[in-house]
């Protein structure tokens, strides 16, 4: 099941909303406007809170889509934040108690007999909740064993998913990026466009230190340049500063990937059994650094193109661990899939040339089907790391990297679905990657029927609904990003590694504020770069 949560630090959402989850099968986590902080226990201010709690309550809870009321978000982790909650643990506790369990809990379940009920997120649950009686388990609100968790290590490698708690249920994780350029670009000056620039750190959440935090995990997976300022060069400070954004959005999604990944793995391991995992954030309230896949402007964020992948019903995965290369399949189905899987060496000179093309098409590293039971994650296929880059003549760590494809379908009548995954097996700034040379061509309109996904014949047919290229490159691209003022989305971006034999065939669905977008309009503004072009120095430098 697909889930959104409605945190307490934000606010009731409108009618539309639950309107569009039931719609759309999408569960809702619903929480009472309570964060961070302690709370009264005034009969006025309890009395006020029920009247407000009822009144959401009767309007939420009857929609289908609204399958957990929560009572706030991260209070019960507050109380050891305040000086005053942490010298008087008795006295806040029972404020505690008598605001989320004794008022908010009972107008819930009043309303809601069967309604999941959790006090706080995150929490370690109840030891008893039925209808006589609830007894909370205090203790360590983020402990791994119980309830649910929110995770933020800032200091930890977020790419080595050994770093990760082996929680059961995780409703809030992340790490930060910019927006896109193109909605920074319009809430702010040219001259604001340099990463030492105030403007820079003043749109950072966590302004005290949020660049700094930022840049020391970039050093751990990236070649940064010697310094950001270039204050007497303004197109080199451009440059820059572009590069910062870029490596902001591919970071995100890398440290989102590896956490992801790792915790639906875990959802058949008996040391994690973790059954959810909520990202933050979804969506922005400015055009700021945050947690989200969607900026301000509703534009995609590369995080929300590879989250997109990450949540697929059926997903492969390719890790190393250790000398061992492993591959993991996820079916999130609730029938087994019978899957064809490809695990292949390439290189990064590896080229579009169509008779190499030919023989790598031909010669994977390893090809086998296996059935994958239903609503299951298993390791199918493991080789010591150095055996497989040996199946390719002149690879190395530094050289080349594994690809896995997996494909499969959920029942005979159902559509094939397919999954990749690629693994470089050192951190990219440990390599010199060529020059992609990638190329955008084949623009031509999509028909604006709902019921046709293939291109109009003409590419002077002016169409809304969306355009339609190829994004291809003579050398391996490296964390592919699309750049485009038009407001809207792609179909898909933010490749781990695009390879010359496998263009891609994309399409560009603009926001319902354009009135009108052709192939030559959209051609003329779209531009593509991949890590090649954001890499400083040498390798070994």
Known sequence: MSMIRIWGGGLYPVDDLFKFTDENGLLVWMETMFACAPYPRDPDFLQNVATEVTQQVHRASWHPSVGVWAGNNEIEGSLGWYSESRTNKQLFAGDYIALFVDTIRNIIKKDQPSMAFVDSSPSNGAIIDDERQFVKRWGEDWDPRYGDVHH??????????????????ISEF??????????????????DWQVDNYMTG?????????LEVLETQFKRHFRLPATWSAPNDPEEAYKLFRSFFYITHMQQARCYEAAINYWRRLRSQP???TMGVLYWQ???IAAFASWSGYDYEGRWKPLAYAVKRMYANLQVQAIQDGPQTKIFLVNDHTTAVNTSVEVSVLSLSDSADAAECAVQQQQPAALFTVPVAPLFAEMVWTMPTEDLLATRKGCTKTTCYISVTASGKASPSAAEETSESQLFLVPLKDINLPDPELQLSEFRPLRPSQNSAEPADSDSV???AGVTFTLKSNRPAVLTNLNTKIKGRFSDDAFTALHPCQPRSITFYPHASVEQLTAAQLKADLAAESLFDHQYGMAGQ
């Open 271 to 273: 040391a994690g059994l």
């Open 202 to 210: 003043f749109r950072n959440r966590r302004f005290a230190n949020g």
């Open 152 to 169: 933020y290590a800032y200091d930890a490698d977020c790419e080595d998913y050994s770093t990760y708690p082996k929680a059961k249920f």
């Open 174 to 191: 992340g790490s930060q990026s910019y927006p896109t350029f193109a909605t920074y670009a319009e809430y702010t000056a040219p001259s």
């Open 282 to 284: 979804l969506n922005d």
């Open 462 to 464: 002016d169409s809304p």
